[in-house]
């Protein structure tokens, strides 16, 4: 008897293994109408990996539009799985039952096929027959003689807001959902999205995601639209609203009893009306919909037992450190990674203080987020990665990293810290790469070399010294109204091209990135974690820098940082690549004077 029962579980199992991925055609259920369009898909779940998707042949059929394909994902026990939609819209032709063919795709490594389905299609008199036949129109396409149309459209046609609390913590999440319900004939086009003041946004779904299901409301079946899905954080203590979405609609009524199942089409700015295509004896009417205003209120942070380290933290959270290498050779760069895993507000979440040994020179961390926008709290980790160096051998202890966060479903603060590293630094110099051996062996005299490295570094740190003293004054300048002045000139903020072009690889593209960044530290006076390409890229945005600069200045960066970190090879030309950087700080700097 246990022996079958374990068969019987593991053929259970074994189903439900070869049963993950679902490939399956959706067609209407009721019949369509000839010379009227309809949808069929091809809806795959949980594919990971979808290739070689093969079109069906429709025959009797008109293609109209498609393959259109729409990807996404589905709630499930475990969380949620990939979902793929290839929609076709097709139109009849002629009456009759038909096949419609199933698909076949490679997923995940093997091919598939969907079941065929079937479809009935009906003649406009056999519509009208059956529609006699049954007790009223089972669709709100048809307008009776008299009937009030805005009153039908009040009724079958409305926009919702959804909030998953309206009191909360700053920091802590509220889900908004906005919601287009239909049982109508519409083209609908959003005019208004809501401000959201006070908050921190993160979108989960826009209108783009095309998520529709349906929902049961007083006794109707509605196709369910979501037009936006977010996650927004709070900044700070006070009352706030959530501004109306508004959105406007051009429904299509028949003034003749027509067999047909209503859809919903939802644009942005896009729609035209003069260029929608309308059946015979249909009457148009246009109206607008919105949300009603909703105010959440925001409770500040207890002040008692608030940890030092709090820096706004608000979820729940773990949070580790490791060392690239605990072993280094004097002046080798190494690196310092802080995560953070957990849910709450990742997008909020400031770099950790790391407290370096006097001997230890630290900098600005580069950050990477692996998040689930499907979450909510955002789920999954922040990653900060920290260069550092040590021109001292020695062995050196990093302190316990300590991180604070505030989870308001205890309402309670909690700290937790990492693991102290240690970590030494030998009195060996920092090995030579191969091609800089190479490079090394063609350009004899290595020693002045490396004084043309250390001048060089002596220029950009005599740079950095004077800047402190530059911002003191830039701001200084600010409280007091006068207008701000460059302080220094793109020439003086890139070490002389003579020596740059003779450096390091790696020292070409230090230098490279410190001298960009002290160009914006002076130029727009941010500085410590402002100081990275997202709050670049948005100043610039802001001061109406054109697409192509913001782009260029990217690459840039980019290019630095793949060489300062990977040991990427810098370009054939430096003096080209220099001048090039140089050219466009000053069209940065032209552009906002």
């Known amino acids: 008897m246990k022996q079958a029962l374990v068969i019987a579980c593991f053929l259970v199992f074994t189903g439900l293994a070869n049963a993950q991925v679902i490939f399956k055609t959706i067609v209407p259920q009721q019949p369509v109408t000839v010379g009227e369009s309809f949808q069929v898909q091809y809806i795959i779940e949980d594919g990971e990996k979808i290739t070689h998707f093969i079109a069906p042949v429709f025959n009797n059929f008109r293609i109209v539009s498609g393959p259109n394909i729409y990807e996404g994902s589905v709630a499930s026990f475990s969380g949620t799985k990939p979902l793929r939609n290839t929609v076709y819209t097709l139109e009849a032709i002629k009456p009759g039952r038909f096949v419609i063919p199933g698909s076949t795709a490679s997923v995940n490594g093997e091919f598939i096929k969907s079941d065929n389905a079937v479809i009935e299609v009906i003649t406009p008199g056999e519509a009208i027959k059956r529609f006699n036949r049954e007790a009223g129109v089972n669709s709100e396409y048809f307008l009776r003689p008299g009937e009030n149309a805005y009153e039908k459209i009040r009724q079958n046609l409305f926009l919702k807001v959804q909030v998953d609390k309206k009191n909360c913590y700053t920091g802590e999440p509220v889900l908004a959902t906005f919601k287009l319900y239909s049982r109508l004939e519409s083209k609908s086009d959003r005019v208004k999205n809501p401000g959201f003041y006070g908050f921190t946004v993160y979108d989960m779904v826009n209108l783009t995601d095309k998520f529709v299901t349906t929902e049961n409301v007083q006794g109707k079946v509605f196709d369910v639209h979501t037009i936006r899905k977010v996650q927004l954080f709070p900044l700070q203590a006070g009352t706030y609203t959530i501004d109306p979405m508004e959105i406007k609609n051009t429904v299509e009524f028949s003034r003749s009893a027509v067999y047909r199942k209503t859809e919903q089409e939802i644009v942005e700015g896009v729609l035209d009306n003069s260029t929608i295509p309308h059946h015979e004896n249909a009457a148009i009417f246009e109206t607008s919909v919105s949300t009603e205003p909703l105010t959440i209120r925001v409770k500040p942070f207890p002040a008692n037992d608030k940890p030092v380290s709090f820096n706004g933290a608000v979820g729940m959270f773990s949070v580790s450190a490791s060392l690239s290498s605990d072993t280094l050779a004097r002046n080798e760069e190494g690196f310092l990674e802080i995560t953070i895993k957990g849910n709450g507000n990742f997008i909020q979440l400031n770099a950790p203080s790391i407290l370096w040994p006097g001997a230890v020179e630290g900098f600005e961390p580069q950050v990477k987020e692996l ?13 900060f990665h920290y260069p550092f160096v040590s021109a001292r051998p020695g062995t050196y202890d990093i302190p316990a990293v300590e991180f604070s966060y505030f989870n308001p479903d205890s309402g309670r603060y909690k700290t937790i810290k990492t693991a102290a590293l240690r970590v030494n630094v030998s009195n060996q110099q920092k090995k030579v790469m191969p091609a800089a051996e190479n490079k090394e062996a063609r350009n004899p005299g290595g020693n002045g070399r490396m004084i043309m490295i250390l001048i ?37 903020m890139l070490a002389p091209p003579r020596l740059l072009v003779l450096a390091d690889d790696r020292d070409f593209y230090s230098s490279l990135r410190e001298a960009i960044w002290l160009f914006f530290t002076t130029r727009y006076g941010i500085g410590g974690s402002e100081m990275n390409k997202e709050v670049i890229s948005s100043l610039l945005k802001n001061e109406k820098m054109s697409t192509a600069v913001v782009a260029d200045l990217q690459d840039i960066l980019l290019q630095c940082e793949a060489g300062i970190f990977t040991n990427a090879s810098v370009p054939a030309d430096k003096a080209r690549f220099l001048e090039k950087t140089k050219t466009l700080l000053q069209e940065i700097r032209d552009a906002s004077l």
């Open 371 to 383: 998040l689930d926008k499907h979450r909510s709290p955002v789920t999954g980790s922040k990653v």
């Open 456 to 492: 060089l570094a002596g220029v950009v740190a005599g740079l950095f010294a004077g800047i402190l003293g530059l911002r003191k004054r830039r701001k200084e300048k600010i409280t007091s109204g006068e207008i701000i002045e460059p302080v220094l000139s793109v020439e003086q």
